[in-house]
């Protein structure tokens, strides 16, 4: 992730500006004196609820693993190209 550091002076005058960059994901860090005093981002999302029964019916219908998850890590491990 991107930073850009600004003084409060330059962050008044531009503030619609680094908002906009903040949306776009990029950081943005204000100083005062030369010290961070604020950091800009972007809001995190809010998650989504997980409906338990449809997560239940959906592991439900899938067919079981037909070797354990250690020996299927293992052969993946071993099998892959470095």
């Known amino acids: 992730m991107d930073s850009k550091t600004v003084s409060l002076a330059d962050a008044k005058a531009r503030l619609s ?3 906009e960059l903040a949306a776009a994901g990029e950081t ?3 100083t005062k004196r030369g010290k961070p005093v604020v950091r800009m981002t972007r ?3 809010p998650r989504k609820p997980v409906d338990l029964e449809q997560l239940q019916q959906l592991t439900a219908s899938m067919p079981p693993q037909s070797e354990e998850a250690g020996e299927f890590m293992r052969q993946m491990r071993d099998n892959a190209r470095y």
Request: hydrophobic share 55%.
């Open 43 to 45: 809001p995190e999302s």
């Open 17 to 19: 500006e680094l908002a």
């Open 28 to 30: 943005v860090v204000i």
